[in-house]
């Protein structure tokens, strides 16, 4: 079994897959706060499922991008369930994961844009041909540099409707549709490793302060 979650958004979503499908799968109802609702989140699925941690063979992870905080919670969860139950951990782009769904639900039939929140009034963007398959990005943009009248998926485009008018498809991700991904290896794969794109806001100081 397939422990998947994803904290790149506002949003927590955790979900467990079989093998064959989506066993369980549940969605913070508040946002932020990551850290507070992950733990919660997966032993409702794995109690949904009637499934434990004993049981899962394998876990996977949205590595962004995504602001610090939040994306750190979920990485650095999957890590340490990984080690501490001795099972393998996979990453995977969460603009791709969106891509992969928006094309099986049928909401693109030509080349799309991606776009998620990347506050300070900027978007997380990526672009994708009919298949779903990343051409350009993942990179973090002003809303009025990356305006495109390609559909968009992901809440960017309802964010700045002015740069995206064209929005189409699931505006957050699914940890369900991670674990589809994931476990048919329809998109790249990638190590528990956080895509930041910049740094975080706190930061160490450089320079010790004299003290006189």
């Known amino acids: 079994m397939l422990l998947a979650f994803d904290t790149a958004t506002p949003q927590v979503t955790v979900a467990l897959h079989d093998g064959t499908a989506v066993a369980a799968e549940r969605s913070s109802a508040q946002t932020m706060k990551h850290g507070e609702q992950l733990a919660p989140l997966i032993a409702a699925v794995l109690d949904d499922a009637g499934a434990t941690r004993r049981d899962l063979t394998a876990v996977g992870v ?28 996979h990453g995977a782009c969460t603009l791709d994961v969106l891509a992969a769904q928006a094309v099986a639900d049928g909401d693109v039939d030509g080349a799309f844009l991606v776009a998620t929140d990347a506050r300070r009034k ?8 009919a298949a779903g398959a990343r051409v350009s990005g993942p990179e973090v943009l002003r809303p009025a540099d990356a305006a495109s009248d390609l559909p968009v998926v992901g809440e960017g485009a309802h964010l700045y409707a002015d740069a995206f008018p064209h929005a189409v498809g699931p505006v957050r991700p699914s940890a369900g549709w991670l674990a589809r991904v994931l476990t048919g290896r329809t998109v790249e794969v990638l190590g528990p490793d956080p895509l930041y794109l910049r740094r975080p806001d706190a930061v160490a100081r450089t320079t010790p302060k004299v003290v006189s």
């Open 62 to 89: 949205g590595c962004g991008p995504g602001p610090f905080t939040g994306l750190r919670v979920g990485l650095v969860t999957a890590r340490t369930l990984a080690h501490v139950l001795d099972i393998p951990v």
């Open 122 to 129: 900027e978007v997380y963007l990526a672009g994708y041909d």
